[in-house]
């Protein structure tokens, strides 16, 4: 970061407009050792590593158009973790984009998506726990590509992937409009955010994707639409479009280093007004769709579509407060209401063996959300799969229909209820 300040990325900008109680745009990546945490080891390790991101030693300020980060030398504190997770930290008053947390043997990390995404949370996640082992007297062989402290700073990480990908050449993608199928279920009380994990074996999952001859994020997205499906029918609920916001990590695609955020999110769909779909009918769907969709040409067409909006003279002369008022109206209307759950596959999670044996569970938990009351995150960590519901309701129903429908497929899952 060359300069004192910066502005926030093409997707981030959305986002603090948008942050309320319910809505804190905060995701978290957390461990569980096998060994107790020591907070004065902890604290020392954020601070070596700070530097090594200095993207990320910021705070958030209001600009007359827009909120744009500005570098700060203010020490980022770690905190007992207390409460639930992804609910309590207001970064419009204190300004960091992101808190770590401990208790007994919990390190946690919350960031806000208004600064980097969830590739960008493991990078930064992977280097705390690298140091935090190194400062603990664990000799590590091979910290591989985790970042370190003291290392140069690669120029890409601080580019907007967005603007540097964006061609001007190329059709702009048409944004859908039409309200997809929403939950009905009771929401929680504010500051309330419940967790629940299922953990199996990746081996016996990747072997019931490999029979359907279909992709593991494919297969999660077929049993997600088979239990929305059955809950509509189950409950004679009126049908509307089942959509998935399924957000694709663009640094596949185009080679960037960039730790800001850089997805684009496609949205695979069944519509149950036409009828009830079968196994075999959702399967060949989304398998086309991710065929199609998770392409350069078309996800270059989405980041057209996001730059325009970006730049259009229209967006940009609006005044800060303004947009304020603005732009959660356009969020409920552009976004969530057109989607009826989210899922991200993280892949698969790797850190250097000496930590890995020190690590009793890993888990990653997405964002609450008002306007998809249910998301899921699913990756794969040593031997295991693990599947995460993050949830504004009190009612189950979705994650135990979930589980249920694994376990009829030949896939049992331990379930741990997290908060």
């Known amino acids: 970061m060359a300069t004192q300040w910066a502005k926030l990325d093409n997707a981030g900008k959305i986002y603090p407009a948008n942050i309320n109680l319910r809505n804190t745009t905060l995701f978290r990546i957390t461990v569980d050792l096998h060994t107790e945490v020591d907070p004065v080891v902890l604290q020392k390790a954020v601070d070596d590593i700070l530097p090594r991101f200095p993207y990320f030693h910021v705070k958030l300020k209001k600009g007359f158009f827009w909120y744009y980060f500005v570098k700060t030398d203010e020490q980022i504190r770690i905190q007992e973790d207390i409460y639930y997770p992804c609910t309590e930290w207001n970064f419009k008053k204190k300004g960091f984009m992101f808190n770590v947390k401990y208790k007994d043997r919990r390190i946690a990390v919350e960031f806000s ?18 140091q935090y082992h190194k400062l603990s007297g664990v000799s590590i062989a091979d910290s591989g590509n985790i970042k370190v402290p003291g290392e140069e700073i690669d120029p890409e990480e601080t580019t907007d992937g967005f603007k540097e990908f964006y061609d001007v050449h190329i059709p702009s993608r048409e944004r859908r409009t039409g309200k997809a199928f929403h939950l009905k279920f009771k929401p929680t009380d504010k500051g309330v955010y419940h967790v629940t994990t299922g953990i199996m074996d990746f081996n016996t999952i990747r072997t019931a994707a490999k029979e359907k001859n279909i992709n593991m994020t494919g297969l999660i997205c077929l049993f997600y639409f088979q239990v929305f499906q059955q809950l509509i029918f189950d409950r004679k609920a009126r049908p509307a479009p089942l959509v998935i916001n399924l957000p694709v990590n663009l640094r596949n695609i185009f080679s960037s280093r960039t730790m800001s955020n850089f997805f684009v999110s496609v949205t695979p769909t069944i519509d149950p007004r036409l009828g009830f779909f079968s196994e075999d009918d959702i399967k060949k769907h989304v398998d086309k769709y991710l065929s199609l969709e998770i392409d350069r040409r078309y996800v270059g067409k989405m980041i057209k579509r996001n730059i325009k909006i970006e730049q259009s003279i229209g967006i940009r002369i609006i005044p800060l407060f303004l947009k304020e008022i603005l732009l959660p109206i356009v969020y409920r209307v552009w976004g969530e209401r057109g989607y009826t759950s989210g899922l991200s596959n993280l892949g698969k999670i790797e850190f250097p063996p ?55 497929n030949g896939i049992s899952a331990k379930i741990k209820i997290i908060s």
């Open 354 to 408: 000496e930590i890995e044996k020190n690590i009793e569970t890993f888990n990653v938990i997405p964002p609450p959300s008002p306007g998809n009351i249910i998301k899921m995150i699913c990756f794969s960590f040593k031997n295991k799969f693990y599947i995460t519901f993050g949830s504004l309701t009190d009612d189950k129903t979705i994650e135990e229909n979930f589980f249920r429908l694994l376990r009829k």
């Open 113 to 130: 998506h208004s600064m980097t995404d969830g590739t960008g949370g493991l990078e930064f996640f992977k280097a705390l726990l690298l």
